[in-house]
């Protein structure tokens, strides 16, 4: 039979269907379809706890980390009063000791200026050290660097910071004599404070006794070269595309492919500002992501790839007419 | 009850990893993403159990 | 097909009534009988149409799993075997609901489901995606292990240069629990149920180059004499079960290719 077809330029839009209604129906039970979804998730989730459980490898104390990388902690500390570490020269939202990154003449990273104020040589250093009692060497040394002057103490700072740098190991014990002034007290004491326990508190809830924000413990930590050894020995380092990975042999986050996709090619892998680059990046993909039914050539796009011929292998009619 | 936080001496070894040129991939990610692009691909060749042209009406 | 009983009162608020208006467009938002049909089109009929239904039922064991895991709290699976199995179960319940939820992303792109007014189906489904993500990423930041406190120290860079991370604090455990918790999976739960609800509203979209009736004018010399029987006899926007349909042809299946 014979038949006219109504001309293709006469449908509305390139994204035209029928009504899905018109169509022949069977009998179909969603809700059993659901509880058996359910109960198949279940089963699979159970038994993938059982045989694989879960990583959970313990954070790192600060008590560790004084243990596993004493000069480690020294040079950090030492890096925190000489203003020369990653907190000390952030920008905000921390402070204002860095402009932070850029998307060409637009600072994103500025515009809500410090929200989350850090003063790392006194709150990872000074301060905590303050609070010891019966400790004549490390006041004499507060109070040699109360009386200074802000260039002396950095002087001092950078003076040790490099000799330390020379030393082998960075071994404070191997560090060449010259002028440091207390900075080596006050790095040693920082180390010795780390290594009784009492850090994370007196970095978190000194004042407030319910500390449940740790980012003065993370900074400080992160500052340092330690927690990124360990990470990195994991394969979550940002140049090992560990944005996706988990530790241990567990699967990560393979979704995030894309994100951490960017990192690692020219420009972003070179870039200051890789960082605000790919997020700008990202949020333009998100949207055309989003808008992909509007997007002309991307919504008709299908039809020529023809992996729908084999989800629907009969050429369907409402109606039923062939 | 602090002990069990915080890490023990030795760390937990590392996952397995693949190396591709620039791409480099661990293996529970990759077998992850090719246990799914096998799945979609069974899902759409494999006949689906109650499509009878007798129930349609 | 109606068996409604006949009021003695109005049954119906004022028409004009905020309620009466709130009423009829809860009433419209999904066409009469297919909030939980028990029938479906016949061209739903493939294995990857299980992916959708397969990702609720993850994020229904993943929430379930999560609530457990708020009875013994934030560091509780540390030192319970109890603890860390529930971890576990969550776990592996969000690998599963990502697994299944790119698996019927696939499916749903080389069907090109938004045809047919079903754009904001898709784009619930994307924002769904983002939003998971999100929510996932706060999950990972509260695990108080190593694992925490190496993805907030880099992921904070990223969040800083873009602005956001003078407010969202990915160090701050104590807004984090509560983001992950309450605030995301709230947000995530509303935009699945907008796109089951634009689900059930649209329909399952029909294969591509599926012609509707109206597309099949009648013919201008038959060539055969009619069928007896014809399929429906006029193409109506459905809001009227099948079951009112008349019978159809016995070879009318619509499977000729």
């Known amino acids: 039979m014979t038949a006219v077809r109504v001309p293709r330029s006469e449908r509305r839009s390139a994204t035209w269907a029928p009504d899905s209604h018109e169509f022949p129906t069977r009998r179909y039970d969603l809700v059993k379809e659901f509880v058996v979804a359910l109960g198949v998730i279940l089963v699979l989730t159970v038994v993938a706890a059982l045989v694989f459980s879960s990583p959970d490898d313990p954070a790192i104390s600060l008590q560790q980390w004084a243990r596993q990388a004493p000069n480690d902690v020294v040079a950090t500390a030492t890096g925190e009063l000489a203003g020369t570490t990653t907190s000390a020269t952030y920008g905000p939202p921390y402070n204002t000791a860095g402009d932070g990154q850029a998307l060409g003449p637009v600072s994103l990273q500025k515009l809500p200026g410090v929200t989350q104020p850090v003063d790392p040589a006194n709150d990872f250093v000074i301060t905590p050290l303050r609070t010891l009692s019966g400790q004549p060497v490390v006041a004499a040394a507060l109070r040699q660097w109360d009386a200074a002057s802000p260039d002396q103490r950095m002087a001092w700072a950078q003076a040790y910071s490099d000799a330390l740098g020379k030393a082998p190991d960075g071994d404070p014990a191997k560090v060449e004599r010259g002028s440091y002034g207390p900075v080596p007290i006050l790095a040693i004491g920082t180390l010795a404070l780390a290594n009784s326990g009492a850090l994370e508190g007196l970095l978190t809830s000194r004042t407030s006794f319910f500390g449940v924000n740790s980012t003065k413990p993370l900074l400080l930590l992160a500052d340092g070269s330690h927690l990124e050894d360990q990470a990195r020995a994991q394969n979550l380092g940002g140049d090992q595309w560990g944005i996706m990975n988990e530790t241990g042999n567990y699967p990560g986050q393979p979704w995030l492919w894309l994100y951490t996709f960017w990192y690692q090619i020219s420009p972003f892998s070179t870039s200051d500002n890789a960082d605000v680059q790919v997020w700008a990046l990202m949020i333009l993909l998100s949207i055309g992501f989003i808008c992909v039914p509007w997007i002309p050539g991307l919504r008709t796009l299908p039809k020529y790839l023809g992996v729908h011929r084999l989800i629907w292998k009969k050429r369907w009619r409402a109606g039923g007419r062939p | ?57 | 097909m109606s068996s409604q009983p006949t009021p003695a009162t109005p049954a119906t608020p004022s028409p004009g009534t905020w309620t009466a208006r709130l009423s009829a467009w809860i009433e419209g938002l999904v066409p009469k009988g297919q909030w939980l049909p028990d029938r479906q089109p016949a061209y739903v009929a493939s294995w990857i149409y299980v992916f959708g239904v397969a990702c609720l039922a993850s994020l229904v064991v993943v929430i379930a799993s999560g609530l457990v895991l708020t009875l013994g709290g934030l560091t509780w699976w540390h030192s319970s075997s109890l603890g860390r199995f529930v971890n576990s179960t969550h776990l592996w319940s969000v690998e599963l609901f990502f697994a299944t939820m790119v698996i019927h992303l696939w499916g749903k792109f080389f069907m090109a489901a938004w045809r047919g007014h079903r754009g904001l189906t898709w784009a619930t489904g994307a924002l769904a995606f983002f939003g998971s993500l999100g929510t996932a990423f706060t999950g990972y930041l509260i695990q108080t292990n190593f694992d925490s406190q190496w993805i907030s120290t880099q992921a904070k860079d990223g969040l800083n240069a873009a602005g956001i991370g003078a407010y969202f604090n990915v160090m701050n455990v104590g807004q984090m629990v509560l983001w992950h918790v309450s605030l995301l999976p709230l947000v995530v739960g509303v935009i699945v149920g907008l796109h089951l609800l634009l689900v059930r509203r649209r329909g399952v979209v029909p294969p591509i180059g599926a012609e509707a009736p109206s597309d099949v004018a009648q013919p201008v010399t038959p060539e055969r004499p009619e069928p007896a029987v014809s399929g429906p006899s006029a193409p109506e926007p459905s809001s009227v079960p099948d079951e009112s349909r008349p019978e159809r042809a016995p070879t009318g299946s619509g499977a000729r290719p």
């Not at chain 2, 692009?37 to 109650?50: H, K, R, S």
């Open chain 2, 1 to 57: 009850m602090s002990s069990e936080f915080f890490a023990a001496a030795e760390p937990t070894p590392a996952g397995a990893v693949v190396q591709w040129g620039f791409i480099t991939v661990t293996v529970a990610n990759l077998v992850t993403i090719l246990v799914m692009i096998l799945v979609f691909v069974l899902a759409v060749l494999l006949p689906f159990p109650g499509s009878h042209e007798e129930d349609e009406q």
